[in-house]
Structures are given as structure tokens and as C-alpha cells.
């Protein structure tokens, strides 16, 4: 087995000391660039490979990041989380993923998994259920920073990356509205998540804007999956003054809905439409394709990265000014809601 190299061999190559041949490959600004390419040079053709621990001690950092997504199942994460780790990569840090299943107890322990590995940042989007704050306050405490994605909670003031879910939503309700449907309901997410608070809000905003008048019957309590697309679709059709279209807090709840219509035989778009918020893969595949609302995933990966990694490397904790990066909604226009006919 051949001896490992080290900075001493790559120093004895170049006649330079090790201390240089360190600061070099730290991309050290005391350090000339012509220096730094001749160390590179010689660190691979030595086959060089760096002590990750070794410099992890020295730094106090492991260029390790904590990722809790609430299900990996969902390809709106998968996609964020391709976006994260490309930024990740490029900026010379790992990921460790963790999956809540939609569970605040999961979520903690995720967290205390980060501290265990001692993590130099964590992005989180929190599960469905969580309505208290107090395992992200333990991490902020330790002056690691956190950032959460997608979903926020308004308890806690910590730096966000999110789509414009208000827009999002007004943008979906209004296209029904333009389509030429009547009765336009509302099946919701967990109200105190914002972003799913954000986009009732946005629903009923495009109402006030078109002059409907809002109906609370036509608002039903979901909690995001096919089931309660389903369930709430009955509920809405059971109604005395049915609705002629639902815009969906999600596609799962989207997915649902149109479920529920073809087994009442109900007809879409011609009689009934639909969109749906998310623009999760199987939109495209179903029939009838759904309408929904892109919420620029990848971006919103990198966003939350760079965001994160731009913490990490200043040392500015506790957090001298909160940050919130709000993405532009993009609607998606397909079958479910081609217009009534």
C-alpha cells in the first residue's frame, strides 16, 4: 500500500514551505496566483487528497450543511434539493439529508443529527405539523445559521427563501376567473404555515379584484395530499350553490380533486376546472393535465445555499438583518382549466 501524500511531499516538490503549500491550497488572498497554480499542479500530480477532518479541526468548520425536506416522495423537493446541492458543490460543501415525513418529532430529531454532526448550517422546510419553534431556537442559540425554504412560520425571525405565494394564487384564481368558470373554490393548507396562508390570501384577493363576492362555503380546510383533495371536493359538491372550479393549495390536493370528479362523472374542463400550485411531475402525465403554479425550484435550492453559505462565512450571528428572498411565480396553463364549454 502506497504512502499518503501530504503538504510536506507537495512542499519538497516545489522547494516551498509547507505553511505555503497550506495557505495555497486554502486559496489564501497572501498568496500569488501563479503560486496557487503550481501548488494545484503539483498537489495533482501527486495525487494529493485533502484531510477533510484534519482541516475541519483546524478551521472549526466541517463545509458540512443540514437539509430537512418534509418527503423525498415529493418531487418539488427533489427538485430544490438538486438545486441546492449544485450550488453546494460549487461552493465546496456537502449536504446531509434528512426527511421529517411531515412530523415535528422527525424534524427535532433531524436537527439534533445536524448537532451531532456538527454541521456548519442548516436549511429547513418544516412539516405540516409543526406550530412551535422552540428545536429551531436551540439551533439558533448555538449560532448555527438556519434558513427556511418553501415553508415559513411566522413565530420565528430567520433569513427565508420562498415563491411569491400571493401572487402565485391570485395569478391561478384570476386565470379561472378569465376562463369563464362562476364559483371558484378554495381548498386550502395548514393555515399556519404562510405560504399556505399566503396563497388563500391570494385567492382572495383575485375575487375583491374581479368583484366576486367571497363565499366561506366555497373555502374548505386541507392538509395537503390526495385524500383531502378528495375529501374536500365532496364536501364542496355537496353544497346547495356547487362550485365550478377549485384552485388547490397543491397539486396533491389538485390530484384529489380531479379523482373525486371523474368518479362523480363530472367533466373537466368542460363543466368543472382546476389548477393546482406546485408544478410537481405528474401534472404533465395525467388526464386531464393539470394547470399550476411553477414555483422555480432549482433557483429557489440555490437561493437558499448561497444565502446559507454567505452566513456561514461571516460570522454575523445572531443575524444582523433578516433576509427574505421572494422568487416570481409562473403559471402553468394546461387542460384542467381550458374554460368552461
Do not use: W
Not at 500569488?32 to 485533502?50: F, W
Not at 362562476?182 to 382572495?204: E, T, V, W
Not at 380533486?257 to 373537466?268: G, N
Amino acid at each position: 500500500m502506497s504512502q499518503k501524500v501530504t503538504i510536506t511531499d507537495i512542499a519538497r516538490e516545489l522547494n516551498i514551505t509547507p505553511a505555503t503549500v497550506s495557505r495555497a491550497l486554502s486559496n489564501h488572498p497572501g498568496i500569488s496566483d501563479k503560486t496557487k497554480q503550481s501548488v494545484q499542479q503539483a498537489a495533482s500530480k501527486l495525487n494529493y487528497k485533502k484531510n477533510s477532518v484534519a482541516s475541519s479541526l483546524r478551521s472549526g468548520k466541517t463545509r458540512l450543511i443540514g437539509v430537512i425536506i418534509p418527503s423525498a416522495e415529493i418531487n418539488f423537493f427533489g427538485s430544490v434539493i438538486h438545486g441546492i446541492e449544485k450550488a453546494a458543490s460549487s461552493k465546496g460543501y456537502n449536504i446531509i439529508l434528512y426527511q421529517s415525513n411531515e412530523s415535528r418529532e422527525h424534524e427535532e430529531k433531524g436537527m439534533q443529527t445536524f448537532l451531532s454532526a456538527r454541521v456548519d448550517g442548516i436549511l429547513v422546510s418544516p412539516a405540516k405539523n409543526n406550530t412551535s419553534c422552540a428545536h429551531f431556537y436551540e439551533i439558533t442559540e448555538r449560532n448555527i445559521p438556519i434558513i427556511l425554504f418553501d415553508r415559513t412560520i411566522n413565530d420565528i425571525a430567520t433569513d427565508s427563501v420562498v415563491v411569491d405565494d400571493y401572487k402565485g394564487a391570485f395569478m391561478a384564481t384570476e386565470h379561472l376567473i378569465v376562463q369563464g368558470y362562476q364559483r371558484i373554490a378554495h381548498i386550502s393548507g395548514p393555515q399556519h404555515l404562510k405560504n399556505f396562508y399566503d396563497r388563500q390570501r391570494g385567492y382572495l384577493g383575485a375575487l375583491q379584484a374581479h368583484k366576486i363576492k367571497a363565499d366561506s362555503s366555497l373555502i374548505v380546510n386541507g392538509n395537503i395530499s390526495i385524500e383531502s383533495g378528495k375529501d374536500g371536493a365532496r364536501k364542496l359538491l355537496s353544497i346547495a350553490a356547487p362550485p365550478d372550479a377549485v384552485f388547490a393549495a397543491e397539486d396533491y390536493t389538485a390530484l384529489g380533486v380531479i379523482s373525486e370528479l371523474k368518479e362523480q362523472k363530472i367533466r373537466l374542463p368542460a363543466e368543472f376546472g382546476v389548477v393546482g400550485f406546485a408544478n410537481e411531475l405528474f401534472g404533465q402525465h395525467i388526464t386531464p393535465t393539470l394547470s399550476t403554479v411553477e414555483q422555480q425550484t432549482i433557483r429557489m435550492g440555490e437561493s437558499a445555499l448561497e444565502l446559507l453559505v454567505a452566513r456561514i462565512e461571516s460570522k454575523k450571528l445572531p443575524v444582523p438583518e433578516q433576509q427574505k428572498i421572494v422568487l416570481e411565480p409562473l403559471l402553468i396553463c394546461r387542460e384542467s382549466s381550458a374554460g368552461k364549454r
